[in-house]
């Protein structure tokens, strides 16, 4: 029988900044389904979060969201993502501080 993880997988802050944070990315021989909540600690800010193929890069064919504005203390939630091994999930706001958190399940590919 596969090895699961259920429950939280991740938690980063993404820090104000003009470089991707790498929020989470799914083990070497491993596969995921999860969600992802990220949260707005500050004023209102925008926020970018990529799916990413291995590298962490920010090509508009990665783009999940794209400069979505979240008003202070709102939280974005995105679900049913489904990952294959080495696959990320990367975000970045250019000027508040925000909280990411990776739920789901992770098994054996």
């Not at 909540?37 to 970018?48: A, D, E, F, H, L």
């Not at 091994?85 to 250019?94: W, Y």
């Amino acid at each position: 029988m596969p090895a699961k993880i259920h429950g939280r997988l991740a938690g980063v802050v993404i820090a104000p900044a003009s470089n991707l944070a790498v929020i989470y990315t799914v083990p070497t021989a491993r596969k995921a389904t999860v969600s992802i909540n990220i949260s707005n600690t500050g004023t209102s800010n925008t926020v970018t979060l990529y799916f990413s193929q291995g590298a962490t890069s920010s090509v508009p064919a990665e783009t999940l969201e794209s400069a979505i504005t979240l008003a202070a203390g709102a939280t974005l939630l995105r679900t049913g993502i489904t990952m294959a091994a080495g696959q990320r999930l990367t975000g970045i706001s250019p000027s508040i501080l925000m909280g990411a958190q990776v739920w789901g399940i992770e098994e054996d590919a």
